[in-house]
T-cell receptor, first 109, second 113 residues
């Protein structure tokens, strides 16, 4: 049973606009959440994280929001750039990491 | 600092054979985790090693095993390969078990025919 779900397999956004990637989880015991970016033929690269005691974390163009009551996590990328085109995975931690199935983001120049 | 390296990068095996994959973590990192990535399933946790001890194991059959050496390098072994074992196997290292940030290698693409 998938404890972390990314229901949108793909997303296309115009360059300069906001990209919003979503992630839902079922386990209220998760204490840490992360987003990874993956290019073809490479391993995932850590992007940004958030502790369960916070509801927002920013790092440059990337902001992660956590809504614990809704068990929902989102990643905002503003402004989106063509180099952001990649597969994005969300992950949640309780003793081990549980990953979503990924969302393929395409930023159109 | 060199990143996580995995060898080999590509591997083709026949059903019923066994395979060993290798992972060298970032220098100074003592925790190594292994994941299986298949289309539609995302990354599935296999196991985590720290100080040569398996700390956690995912929901995989006993055909999947691993170990960690004193220099933190890790190997995973899959015996009696099945067609469904075809996947990208990713290794990730982190400083220690308290560190949430994992650094992934490029993966080993295993194809079972």
């Amino acid at each position: 049973d998938q404890q972390v779900k990314q229901n949108s397999p793909s997303l296309s956004v115009q360059e300069g606009r906001i990209s919003i990637l979503n992630c839902d989880y079922t386990n209220s015991m998760f204490d840490y959440f992360l987003w990874y970016k993956k290019y073809p033929a490479e391993g995932p690269t850590f992007l940004i994280s958030i502790s369960s005691i916070k509801d927002k974390n920013e790092d440059g163009r990337f902001t992660v929001f956590l809504n614990k009551s809704a068990k929902h996590l989102s990643l905002h990328i503003v402004p989106s750039q063509p180099g952001d085109s990649a597969v994005y995975f969300c992950a949640a931690s309780e003793y081990q990491f549980y990953f979503g199935t990924g969302t393929s983001l395409t930023v159109i120049p | 600092k060199a990143g996580v390296t995995q060898t080999p990068r590509y591997l083709i095996k026949t059903r019923g054979q066994q395979v060993t994959l290798s992972c060298s973590p970032i220098s100074g990192h003592r925790s190594v985790s292994w994941y299986q990535q298949t289309p539609g399933q995302g990354l599935q946790f296999l196991f985590e090693y720290f100080s040569e001890t398996q700390r956690n194991k995912g929901n995989f059959p006993g055909r999947f095993s691993g170990r960690q050496f004193s220099n933190s390098r890790s190997e995973m072994n899959v015996s009696t390969l099945e067609l469904g074992d075809s996947a990208l196997y990713l290794c990730a290292s982190s400083l220690d078990v308290e560190s949430y940030e994992q650094y992934f290698g490029p993966g080993t693409r295993l194809t079972v025919t």
